[in-house]
């Protein structure tokens, strides 16, 4: 069974940095396509990032520029760094994970392992 922890929110101000981690276990395939999603208070989760096996990336307009997601497939984790950060980037961030497939867009939806969260809270 895939398991995903992640760790790395907090708060900051507008126009700072954080960074995310989700440590993976459980995985049997090399073949994968791995994400970050959000979730805003009263608004529907949303895709930010993707990352397939071969490193090939893609991103949701409203983050492109700022964040940067990276894999260490060594140390089984998946990042993103958030830069210029955002009021409107405050959101539980979640990562997650399957494992059946490389297909990675940004809109992908059905994944089948997630982890629990983390709040990221951007001050103005």
């Known amino acids: 069974q895939v398991q995903l922890v992640e760790s790395g929110g907090g708060s900051v101000q507008a126009g700072g940095s954080l960074g995310l981690s989700c440590v993976v276990s459980g995985y049997t395939s090399s073949t994968y396509c791995m994400a970050w999603f959000r979730q805003a208070p009263g608004k529907e989760r949303e895709g930010v990032a993707t990352?397939?096996?071969?490193?090939?990336?893609t991103y949701a307009d409203s983050v492109k520029g700022r964040f940067t997601v990276s894999k260490d497939r060594f140390k089984n984790t998946l990042y993103l760094q958030m830069n210029s950060l955002r009021p409107e980037d405050t959101a539980m961030y979640y990562c997650?994970?399957?494992?059946?497939?490389?297909?990675?867009?940004?809109?992908?939806?059905?994944?089948?392992?997630w982890g629990q969260g983390t709040q990221v809270t951007v001050s103005s």
């Open positions: 990352i397939d096996t071969d490193g090939g990336t």
């Open positions: 997650a994970a399957d494992y059946r497939t490389w297909y990675c867009p940004v809109g992908k939806r059905n994944f089948p392992s």
